[in-house]
T-cell receptor, first 109, second 114 residues
Framework: QKEVEQNSGPLSVPEGAIASLNCTYSDRGSQSFFWYRQYSGKSPELIMFIYSNGDKEDGRFTAQLNKASQYVSLLIRDSQPSDSATYLCAVTGNEKLTFGTGTRLTIIP | EPEVTQTPSHQVTQMGQEVILRCVPISNHLYFYWYRQILGQKVEFLVS????????KSEIFDDQFSVERPDGSNFTLKIRSTKLEDSAMYFCASSGRASRETQYFGPGTRLLVL
């Protein structure tokens, strides 16, 4: 059974601080890694993807991948109240995305 | 910016009835997917579709489910005889040739089976 594990939270972070979200996966054959943001009652919205070990930055977001440790993380700098959402980690080795349960993030003004 | 669209946004049906959920993927995308999310649970893969045939399906996608691309723009999911446990959000997603794994999701159809 291929699993993606995330801490369900809630994770509370003060506005302006760095939010750190973590994810581990079980399938060593996974090749592509994604972070989606999901607001309550809405669909997943792609915010970052990463394929290679190391860091990838896009604006306030940084994705980090460590394939040896089977670990993916997402850092959100200068957190805003609009960042309050559930963050879904997803991995794939072929076509289908396997999702974690998501981490609920709350930014406190 | 191109986006995936889905209709209807909400569907209420009686157990045993057939439902068809419709999706219009992003226009130049070639790979199409259905996922579902039961309330409070994780997003689960149902099926992937490429070149007019199913390329992969999950164990959830049993004989009650079918998919079709009836024309050049629509992609449908049919549930033949709905069960109470089919109540969920159903998301369509699509991806392009250049980055097959990068999937963009539609807004979803909330299906309620009574």
């Amino acid at each position: 059974q291929k699993e993606v594990e995330q801490n369900s939270g809630p994770l509370s972070v003060p506005e302006g601080a760095i939010a750190s979200l973590n994810c581990t996966y079980s399938d060593r054959g996974s090749q592509s890694f994604f972070w989606y943001r999901q607001y309550s009652g809405k669909s997943p919205e792609l915010i970052m993807f990463i394929y290679s070990n190391g860091d990838k930055e896009d604006g306030r977001f940084t994705a980090q991948l460590n394939k040896a440790s089977q670990y993916v993380s997402l850092l959100i700098r200068d957190s805003q109240p609009s960042d309050s959402a559930t963050y879904l980690c997803a991995v794939t080795g072929n076509e289908k995305l396997t999702f974690g349960t998501g981490t609920r993030l709350t930014i406190i003004p | 910016e191109p986006e995936v669209t889905q209709t209807p946004s909400h569907q209420v049906t009686q157990m045993g009835q057939e439902v068809i959920l419709r999706c219009v993927p992003i226009s130049n995308h070639l790979y199409f997917y259905w996922y579902r999310q039961i309330l409070g649970q994780k997003v689960e893969f149902l099926v992937s579709f490429y070149n007019n045939e199913i390329s992969e399906k999950s164990e959830i996608f049993d004989d009650q489910f079918s998919v079709e691309r009836p024309d050049g723009s629509n992609f449908t999911l049919k549930i033949r005889s709905t069960k109470l446990e089919d109540s969920a959000m159903y998301f369509c997603a699509s991806s392009g040739r250049a980055s097959r794994e990068t999937q963009y999701f539609g807004p979803g159809t909330r299906l309620l089976v009574l």
